[in-house]
């Protein structure tokens, strides 16, 4: 038996790049012996958020069958939302989830493709039901939710939370390739994530 299962989800316009922290997360935590799931989800450029749920069945459906002992799921913008439009809809059980970098429903109704993804209306009760732990960790400048993660989700939904200074939308673009703090997260959930470190010259 491996320890433990991971599912990871990206977001919109998300195809899995290299330097992405979530595939170096990926292979990180392959290289320890657990098992990683870390799929391509249906149209990332377009996504629909009804075969969205769909792939989420399918992988949570992967993970529930392999031979481990805690099954975690960790997911990023875009995938935060779907994580709450499955918990709104039941059904859904892990024991460990981290939403990182989730945008505010202002912010999805500006785009038409992911418009639909807004406001899922999970509740609290509803995202205790679903996952052992729930972690939040968002930049405090992220330029897709306005008036930060911790306030617009973390509040209102009761959720312990992480607030990364200046890690903005905690992707590519704001130099998240390498995370040390979230691997170290997923090894240890007592961790609490901070930003990462700055390479020389920065």
Do not use: K
């Amino acid at each position: 038996m491996t320890s433990t299962s991971f599912l990871i989800l990206h977001g919109w316009l998300n195809h899995r790049p290299a330097g992405h922290w979530q595939h170096w997360l990926a292979d990180e935590l392959a290289a320890r012996g657990n098992h990683v799931i870390y799929p391509q989800l249906p149209e990332p450029d377009d996504p629909d958020l009804a075969a969205w749920l769909g792939a989420l069945d399918t992988h949570l459906a992967t993970q529930r069958a392999a031979d481990v002992g805690e099954r975690v799921v960790i997911c990023h913008s875009l995938a935060v939302l779907l994580w709450l439009h499955a918990v709104a809809r039941g059904g859904v059980r892990v024991d460990r989830i981290l939403l990182v970098g989730p945008p505010s429903a202002e912010t999805l109704a500006r785009y038409d493709a992911v418009a639909g993804f807004g406001r899922p209306g999970a509740t609290a009760a509803q995202l205790r039901a679903a996952a052992g732990t729930t972690r939040l960790a968002a930049g405090d400048d992220d330029p897709y939710c306005e008036g930060g993660a911790a306030e617009r989700y973390g509040r209102p939904l009761g959720l312990d939370s992480d607030v990364i200074t200046g890690g903005a939308h905690l992707d590519l673009d704001a130099g998240y390739g390498s995370w040390p703090s979230v691997l170290d997260w997923c090894l240890d959930p007592a961790v609490r994530l901070s930003p990462r470190p700055r390479a020389p010259g920065e």
